[in-house]
Structure formats: structure tokens, C-alpha cells
């Protein structure tokens, strides 16, 4: 897309040549609607390079976590760029809300930029500027921590993403013997990441207390902006998750002991294949993997498709495990040329294949949504983010057969991927509980911590998997999560998303064309509905009670049940 506020050419290496753009925003005068429409299409340029910029940096530097230069670029942005940036932001808000012609924008198209905005203005603080920008540093030392853990397997040293493959193992002591290794590395770390996270939440609670918020987590909801539903609409999740999905992911647990023939069943022995088979392999290269991606999506919908090999012509992706590399996998938007990026730690197996989906219903979702007119329009809440997302995961069943020739093949990775959907839901509400106590219990110790998040698993998942001996390992699984160090609070969303892209795959099944068209109308509204409204689009209902996520439950055992021999 051709600029029409800055140079192409700008070379953002200092503040300074920043600077005279922001002040400009800042100085010019307004005097109609019209003046008021391309002041915010300024602006909007703006933030899409400087948000471009800034995801260039993220991107580079979780590629390869030992360059030093690229960490240093990425930090000279968050710690000399973005802290200059906040108090124009304020300003730029107040201008655009005290203005008079504001009532004069299109109120459809305008409303719910314009909600965010004032909550922006209401939150903003000057002193928690330094406070913001010490806390982003803090929580990029997470990943550094954790892309360095390696372990050597079979005489070879491997990331903790390559070794999980030796926990699809057949032989159980191979199982076991990576399970320890990889913990033995993890449990080096405690103290570290203990110590991480104290300092976290005592950060986090100073920002909280200065926006005069008693605790950071209703401070973060606000921030969020979570307009649409509350803290105790969090509890009715995980209660419903609670008491409809933790006894199906139980009979689960039951079904895999018994094919397994096993007395007891261990943590080592939860991902391997129940019936002895061996792991699924759907594709055996990062070439591979996208050709297959590509394919898929175009015989969902040939537009899908097209998404993807633009990606792949701008080379726009990094999917494969390598040692130095970040761990995780993420779709980052690139607002300004429209073309995000998708990074991921692809190691052959059928999780990978899942993630390829779903980060490329991300990028779909990313090239819906880019011709709105504000870049602001395209930011959409993660609860709408990852319906895109996880909906794709299940529109593109229908294609497996691409990958998976072999018939019972097939029905196996389908009803793994199936019966994943309902697993990790426990764990989402887990994770999601455990922040909320963390957060309104800020002066606890890291021992208190522990026990807390030990007493909420038990609430919510089974005891059929035996940890005994295992118990300091089991208490520190929180520290796997990286959303809880890096985007606090930002994890409950996937659950949500997930009812909703269940109920999409349902509208799907009944009517796939149809489902299609409400599915891109939807994605097509970036942020520019509340989040009811997005989800009425799509033809579903942003809904999470008992009742609703019974009914939802019930439809994919049902689907499980079809897949059996």
C-alpha cells in the first residue's frame, strides 16, 4: 500500500525522526469532518508502520534469540521508541475525543474504536510510562529462558519441542527417559522464573495502583478492553468447563489406561498413541508442511489459499524447530502491508499440522480484515482472533484426506485432534484461575503460589493421571505457559473461541456454503461490532453457560463416536 503521510523511505532508527509526524498530529488544527477523517487516516498510517516496525523487530529476534543485535534493536524500539510514543497517544486521544466534529463521524463505524478510546484516555497514566516499558524488558526474558533449554536424545542435542516427539514413543522407558531430561532443564529454571514472576506481579501491581485499581487483574480486564463480559462471567466458565468437559476428559484418561493395559498411568504416558501405533507424520519438512497448507485452503475457499501463497511469495514464515529459536508459534499482523507473519516450531507431527491451521486462519482473518479503513479497525479482541483461528482448525477436516491417504489414518487424527479440542479446555480454565488468584493475591510467596495453582488443578482435572513422586514437577507446570509471563490474562480467550468455533464446524456440517459466507462477514468486521455482534455474524452466540457448553460437548462426542472402527 502507497503512503500518504510518510516517506516511503523512512528509516525509523531514532526517536528523532519520529518525532516531527507526532507533533504535527499533535499541532494540527481541525476545523470539519473532513479535517477530522484524514487527521485519524494520519494517524493510522502511523501506528501501521510503527506497529510494522516494531513486529519486524519481535519476529527477528525470537528467530534467533542469540543475536545479540536483534535483541538490541528490538529493545532499543521498546525502551527509546515506545515510552515517547505513550503521552502522543494520550494526546492524540483526548484531541480526537474533545473534538466537536467527532459526532459527526459514522456512528456504525466509529463506536467502538471510539469506546476503546475513551477507556485508553481513563487508564493512562504518566508515571506508569517507565513502568510499561520496564515490564515489556521483563517479560521478553522469559523466552529468553526458554528457547535456551535443550536436552540430547539419542546422542543429539534438541530443543524441548524436538524432544516431545520421544513422548509418542511406543517404548515406554524412551517415553520416560525424555520426560525426565526435559523436566531436570525445566526444574533448573524454577528459581529463575520464580523469581521472574515475583517480579512481574509486583511491577504490574504498581501500574494497577496508579490507574487507581486495587488489583492488576481488574485493572487488565479494563485494559483488555473487556466491554463484553467480566471477572464473574470468568468464574462461569470455568465452572461450566468444570462440570461439563473435565468428566469427558476423564472418561478420556479412563479409555487411554485401559487400551494401554497399564496399572497406573503416568505423565509420560498421556500423548503417546493409546493402541501402540506410531506418531501420525503428515508432512516430514517445513516445505512439505505449507505445500499441504496451501492445497488445503484452497479447496476450502481458492481466496484462503491465494492468503497463503502471498505469504509464502514474501516469504513471510518461519515454521520449523531449530535450536536458538523462541519457543511457541504465533500469527504477527503486519498492518501496513497487509501480509502478517506466521512463526511456529514445527517438528512432524499431526500438532503441527493444527497449528499450521490455525495460525493460517489467522492470517486469513489478517487479509479479511486489512482494507478497513483505520489500522485501529483491524486490531480485533483475541476472543474474535481466535475464533478465526480455531474455526479454520475445524473447517478443514473435510481436507485431511489430502494428507492422510490412508482411511484409518484419517479417523485416527481427526478424533486426536477432536478429543485435544475438549482436553485443553481444563487447562485453559486452570490457567485462567490461577492468574485471577495471582493477581488478587499479590502478596503471596512463591511456595503459596505453587500450592495455589496445585489446589486449582485438582478442582479441574481428573487424578487419573499418577504423579507420585513427580509432586514438584506437577506444582510448576504453570511455568510452561508463556502467556502467563508475557500477555497476562490473555489465555481464557482460546476457550472462549473454541465454543464458538464448535459452533461454527456445527453450522458448517448442516451448511458449508453458508457457514463460509457468515464466517468471512464476520472475520470481514475486524473491530468495528462488539464482540456479541461478531459472533451473531458468524451465526453463532458468544455464550459460555452450563447449558450452552453442554449442548456443544455433546455434539463433538457425538462426532468422536462417528470416527470410531
Not at 515489556?136 to 524441548?160: D, H, I, P, R
Not at 514445527?346 to 482494507?371: K, Y
Not at 480467550?493 to 451448511?511: C, H, S, T, V
Amino acid at each position: 500500500m502507497q503512503r500518504r503521510y510518510l516517506p516511503e523511505n523512512l528509516k525509523i532508527d531514532s526517536w528523532e525522526v519520529l518525532k516531527p509526524f507526532f507533533e504535527d498530529l499533535r499541532d494540527r488544527k481541525i476545523s470539519s469532518v473532513v479535517d477530522l477523517e484524514n487527521w485519524l487516516m494520519d494517524r493510522s498510517e502511523l501506528d501501521a508502520v510503527l506497529e510494522e516496525d516494531m513486529a519486524w523487530r519481535y519476529i527477528r529476534m525470537n528467530i534467533d534469540t542469540t543475536d545479540s543485535e536483534k535483541q538490541e534493536r528490538f529493545q532499543l524500539f521498546i525502551q527509546d521508541i515506545q515510552p515517547k510514543i505513550s503521552p502522543f497517544e494520550n494526546i492524540f486521544n483526548k484531541k480526537l475525543y474533545d473534538c466537536p466534529f467527532t459526532a459527526d463521524l459514522d456512528e456504525s463505524l466509529y463506536r467502538i474504536y471510539l469506546r476503546g478510546v475513551k477507556k485508553a484516555i481513563e487508564l493512562f497514566r504518566e508515571e506508569n510510562i517507565p513502568l510499561h516499558t520496564e515490564q515489556s524488558t521483563m517479560e521478553q526474558e522469559y523466552g529468553t529462558v526458554a528457547a535456551a533449554l535443550e536436552v540430547e536424545m539419542e546422542g543429539k542435542k534438541m530443543t524441548l519441542q524436538q524432544a516431545s516427539v520421544y513422548l509418542k514413543k511406543n517404548d515406554r522407558s524412551i517415553r520416560k527417559e525424555a520426560f525426565d531430561k526435559m523436566n531436570v532443564e525445566r526444574m533448573e529454571q524454577v528459581a529463575t522464573l520464580d523469581d521472574l514472576m515475583d517480579r512481574l506481579v509486583v511491577i504490574r501491581g504498581k501500574i494497577a495502583k496508579n490507574a487507581g485499581f486495587e488489583n492488576y487483574r481488574d485493572y487488565k480486564f479494563e485494559s483488555l478492553g473487556r466491554f463484553d463480559y467480566d471477572v464473574s462471567d470468568c468464574y462461569a466458565f470455568h465452572e461450566s468447563i468444570r462440570q461439563e468437559i473435565s468428566p469427558i476428559v476423564a472418561e478420556f484418561s479412563k479409555e487411554r489406561k485401559s487400551k494401554m493395559n497399564l496399572d497406573v498411568l503416568r505423565p509420560w504416558d498421556t500423548a503417546v498413541d493409546q493402541e501402540g501405533r506410531e506418531p501420525l507424520r503428515p508432512f516430514n519438512n517445513g516445505e512439505e508442511l505449507l505445500e499441504n497448507a496451501k492445497a488445503c485452503f484452497a479447496n476450502i475457499d481458492p481466496y484462503f489459499g491465494d492468503c497463503l501463497k502471498t505469504m509464502d511469495e514474501m516469504g513471510h514464515l518461519d515454521l520449523v524447530s531449530k535450536q536458538g529459536k523462541a519457543p511457541g508459534g504465533f500469527l504477527y499482523p503486519l498492518y501496513e502491508s497487509g501480509v502478517p507473519f506466521i512463526f511456529m516450531n514445527a517438528v512432524g507431527l499431526l500438532r503441527d499440522w493444527v497449528t499450521m491451521i490455525h495460525e493460517g486462519g489467522h492470517a486469513v482473518h489478517s487479509f479479511l480484515s486489512h482494507d478497513l479503513k483505520l489500522t485501529s479497525f483491524k486490531s480485533t479482541p483475541s476472543e474474535v482472533a481466535e475464533l478465526a483461528s480455531m474455526s479454520m482448525e475445524l473447517i478443514s477436516l473435510d481436507q485431511w484426506g489430502m494428507i492422510f491417504s490412508d482411511n484409518q489414518e484419517l479417523k485416527r487424527a481427526k478424533k486426536e485432534h477432536l478429543k485435544d479440542i475438549l482436553s485443553v479446555l481444563p487447562w485453559i480454565a486452570i490457567v485462567d484461575k490461577f492468574q485471577h488468584w495471582i493477581y488478587t493475591n499479590p502478596e503471596h510467596t512463591a511456595d503459596e503460589r505453587a500450592q495455589a495453582f496445585l489446589d486449582i488443578q485438582s478442582e479441574l482435572v481428573d487424578s487419573s493421571v499418577d504423579w507420585t513422586g513427580l509432586e514438584k514437577i506437577l506444582k510448576y507446570q504453570w511455568q510452561k505457559q508463556l502467556h502467563i509471563y508475557e500477555v497476562p490474562f490473555y489465555y481464557i480467550e482460546y476457550g472462549m473461541a473454541q465454543l464458538g468455533a464448535i459452533a461454527i464446524w456445527r453450522n458448517y456440517k448442516k451448511d458449508p456454503k453458508k457457514a463460509l459466507e457468515q464466517y468471512q462477514a464476520a472475520l470481514k468486521l475486524g473491530y468495528t461490532k462488539s464482540i456479541k455482534e461478531i459472533y451473531e455474524a458468524a451465526g453463532i452466540r458468544f455464550d459460555f453457560s452450563k447449558e450452552y457448553v453442554k449442548e456443544l460437548a455433546a455434539f463433538v462426542k457425538a462426532e468422536i463416536a462417528a470416527l470410531e472402527d
